[in-house]
């Protein structure tokens, strides 16, 4: 109703509107079309026409209940009003903002230099990934060219990343449709890249190892040897994922044909990565927009038929194998030479050279309290993080912070496509159709 | 690939247009046209709105604009994808401070929804024909548009061991 009716001295200042639902003749339709079919989102497919909706219907058959922000399953803090008719959910509208720290802001009061140590802790599942998108943005500004062991090692941590944020996936996955061995093992193996993270980077998550101009450090003595034991380990352990899951009949009784969703309404919704794929879309931007040096390498694009949370299973996992496929390449094709670009203005010195050279010293000094200047421009790169499109759009105005830095977060769009997904579906499976969806709440509300 | 993307080029005339550093084609039209040329665009194969952001440029007048494009403080920024032709398009739309209104491209791209929410939120920007327009990442209650320019950083005071107190 429309709130308190202020002109008037006599309302207390405690009113607070009718209690009541009004009846729906009461309405006029393009506001009740409003109501119904966007409000709480309705699927574009099923799109609602004034004349359609039921004007008699009582609004009080129907419930609407409130799932989260600390709802276990809902994988952070998302909430969700889903409206029910028993046990059948209607319309859902996600509720985001719990977890907004103003990240876009901060990065206008941080360097180039800064920058990524803001970026990698949006998507907390592949900081790796948010890393890379912002030094690439940062460098197609500077106009600077990598050499190529900086960009084989970008692609060798950026498919790690990969591998451990579908290996987290499924094990959340599996823990929301009551498969808790499927927990333990998705968390051992993820340990084992963490663990290479943690010994190449210094940190398990959060890295700033990515850096624009190349990466913070060479790979470690015997990385190879790492790689080949993880490689190993993940292959042999996803047959095992077959035999607990894949061929499972009540894995498929959970997950065949629950929360389906056509092409047409995912691209309409703008979802990407393993959602868009699912519906046989085959637009993977490592093989149609690539970057990095992903044309040197072999790799299928996974896409599945039905676009149901079955299929999104099958593109992860089988995602996992690809992911494991490119670095087998990486391992062989990795180049020798300087892990990153040798530009003074941009990179610092190394500690030896400061003791000796003038110039180190200034340099490591401009670097260090001022940053580097970024000519003036925009640019818009997008890679393809785990859970799909992954942009930034950067505008500099010449100085040594960006003016403006925007993250096209994959979470954050493909949300969307969770009403679609749910409308019509038990609310029983609400739970692991929120997981298909992969929502990572950190990059969702920035 | 060329011939492929000659015709949306061709099907509309009059926006003023340039190529930004990254190779993408980025297209100047005026608030009034701005629906209707995403609508030609939607037509012309560009399935997918892949973004939508804002920019405020107080502080920062002096950008790169092709000629006959007169800047404004606010910047809308539109990415569009094409998977048709394997291409993107970038539309970038003045919108003054006083009444900044924009068209909703909800009708066109349903994906439109939280973007818009998240440009509305963060700089104000009204966009008319929008089924929800209300704030999707601060709170309801919030003040202010975050990311404007002119809205200043918090900062929390820092807290010292046997620092005096306020009284």
Redesign the interface.
Known sequence: MSGPDTSSPFVGETFEGAQELGSRHDTAPDELEREVGSVLRLPESRGVDSGDIDVERPDDETMIINMGPQHPSTHGVLRLMMELDGETVLRTKPIIGYLHTGMEKTAEELTYQQGSTNVTRMDYLSPLNNELVFSLATEKLLGIELPPRAVWIRMLLSELQRMSSHLMWLATNGMDVGSTTMMIFGFRERELVLGFFEKTTGLRMNHNFIRPGGTAADLPDGWEDDVEVILDNVTSRLSDYDALLTGQPIFHERMEGVGALSADEALALSATGPILRSTGVAWDLRRTMPYLAYDDVDFDVIIGTYGDNFDRYAIRINEIRESVRILWQVLDKMPPGDYRVQDKKVTPPPRARIDESMEALIHHFKIFTEGFKVPEGEVYVAIESPRGELGCYLVSDGSSKPFRMHIRAPSFVNLQSLPVMMHGGLVADAVATISSVDPVMGEVDR | MTAETAPFELSIPAVPRST???G?DLLFPDRDRYHDVVARHREAGF?????L?A??YLG?PG??LPEGVKPERFEL?V?LLS?AH?R?V?IRVQVPEEGAEVASL?DL???????ER?AYD?YGITFTGH??LT?????EDWEGH??RKD?G?GRVPVQFKHAPGPR
């Open positions: 930004s550093e990254d993408h399935e997918m709105l892949a973004g952001t920019v405020d920062h950008r790169q920024v990415m998977l394997v993107r970038r909800w791209y349903r994906g439109a929804e939280a973007m998240e963060m089924p929800d704030r999707i990442l601060m709170p975050p990311l809205f950083v």
